[in-house]
T-cell receptor
Framework: GAVVSQHPSWVICKSGTSVKIECRSLDFQATTMFWYRQFPKQSLMLMATSNEGSKATYEQGVEKDKFLINHASLTLSTLTVTSAHPEDSSFYIC?????????????FGPGTRLTVL | TQLLEQSPQFLSIQEGENLTVYCNSSSVFSSLQWYRQEPGEGPVLLVTVVTGGEVKKLKRLTFQFGDARKDSSLHITAAQPGDTGLYLCAGERRGAQKLVFGQGTRLTINP
């Protein structure tokens, strides 16, 4: 159980275009999902917290108009990188939160490798 | 300021040796999770510890949560090449939705 998928697994796009990444919880409902960015050989950096039916909460320094997040259902959150530039190239990972008794666990998707040319 | 200090950040040892990875903080966590990540993939949850002093075992991996719930350790016995990967600890603070991640430990087990 607790499987999270991401699509696409990799994408290459031209500078100035927009890219949408989907994150789905396959076997559970997730009120809360998270979007992370990971640079080579580094830990995960939280970009935003996505709550179903409400606006996402962005971390300091993350441009909300550039990284649009939509969490329209309990199993789907999307991250759209608008007007992508080469510096946006990175590994983007989502996670979905599953409540377990009195604590929560996050289950991660396989990640999306974005390359902006 | 790093809320979760993970050490060592890099470790390369021979197959069959034992090792311990540490996560330390001045903050109290309501739970702490350990993940393992392979290149090009997302982190995979290994274990969640929630009670101070708790010890959990997963085959050759032993996880411990400190009595004060401010630190945790991962001990691997008789390491194997398949244990190679990036190990991440992540803590959940009470009342906070998001996890606080350590810097990660890049472990390489040489045959």
């Amino acid at each position: 159980g607790a499987v999270v998928s991401q699509h696409p697994s990799w994408v290459i796009c031209k500078s100035g275009t927009s890219v949408k990444i989907e994150c789905r919880s396959l076997d559970f409902q997730a009120t809360t999902m998270f979007w992370y960015r990971q640079f080579p050989k580094q830990s995960l950096m939280l970009m935003a917290t996505s709550n179903e039916g409400s606006k996402a909460t962005y971390e300091q320094g993350v441009e909300k108009d550039k990284f649009l997040i939509n969490h329209a259902s309990l199993t789907l959150s999307t991250l759209t990188v608008t007007s992508a530039h080469p510096e946006d190239s990175s590994f983007y990972i989502c996670s979905a939160e599953q409540g377990v008794s009195y604590y929560n666990e996050q289950f991660f998707g396989p990640g999306t490798r974005l390359t902006v040319l | 300021t790093q809320l979760l200090e993970q050490s060592p950040q890099f470790l390369s040892i021979q197959e069959g040796e034992n090792l311990t990875v540490y996560c330390n903080s001045s903050s109290v966590f309501s739970s702490l999770q350990w993940y393992r990540q392979e290149p090009g993939e997302g982190p995979v949850l290994l274990v969640t510890v929630v009670t101070g002093g708790e010890v959990k075992k997963l085959k050759r991996l032993t996880f411990q949560f400190g009595d004060a719930r401010k630190d945790s350790s991962l001990h691997i016995t008789a390491a194997q090449p398949g244990d190679t990967g990036l190990y991440l600890c992540a803590g959940e603070r009470r009342g906070a939705q998001k996890l606080v991640f350590g810097q990660g430990t890049r472990l390489t087990i040489n045959p």
